[in-house]
């Protein structure tokens, strides 16, 4: 239970050492620091777009175009085919597949896209896994610190597994999609093939192809005129 396959296609990520020997999916949240530390190789072999920030402990693989106004601080490891748009803001230890698309006004800190992830504009990805070809609609939020900043726990229905983590967002699994202004808080997995439709607020464990709506009463009122 919670194994990285369970969620993810490692056929889907240059980097699947970051998963081996791993009880929890999770765990790989821990090694994303100590394995750009010893395997990153600093390069720019995609396009640059006006004058983009990119400091000198950021890979970035062929094919990928980085636009101007995008801030890539890193450690960073990015992939091939990847569209880093103007405003996109890459923090500390941030790996990337292929054809990943990194959005305008959108926050990345200690995660791990796979490829073909779309997060596309307004988000917050921090100390989160996203599999392949999951997809974050506008304003999306993993939130990964707890209000008591506390360590979070993965809240099942057999008890909550500790984490060992103070910081920890969100397992999103492959082809999941979240809706427009979700947020997800610390400590959730989201199974495959998940739909969680927008406005959600969410902690938990989603299981593999489920649904997640949220029903709201609307009232139309009669506008006074005066």
Known sequence: MFAPADYLDLEHTAH???????????????????????????????????????????????????????FLKGPAWIGENCRIR????VRENVIVGNGVVMGNSCEFKNCILFDEVQVPHFNYVGDSILGHHAHLGAGVILSNVKLDHGEVAVITPDGDIPTGLRK????????????????????????????IYPGVNFRGVLSHGSMLKLRQELQLIEKRKT
């Open 86 to 89: 103007s405003g996109c803001y």
């Open 16 to 70: 699947p050492k970051l998963f081996e020997n791993q009880n929890y999916v999770w765990d790989a949240l821990k090694q994303i620091a100590s394995y750009l530390q010893f395997r990153l190789k600093p390069a720019i072999l995609g396009e640059v777009m006006g004058k983009p920030f990119i400091s000198n402990h950021v890979f970035i693989g062929k094919g990928t175009i980085v636009e101007q106004g995008a």
């Open 168 to 195: 920890f967002g969100a397992i999103v699994g492959d082809r999941t999609e979240i809706g427009c202004n979700a947020v997800i808080n610390p400590g959730s997995v989201i199974g495959r093939d998940c739909m």
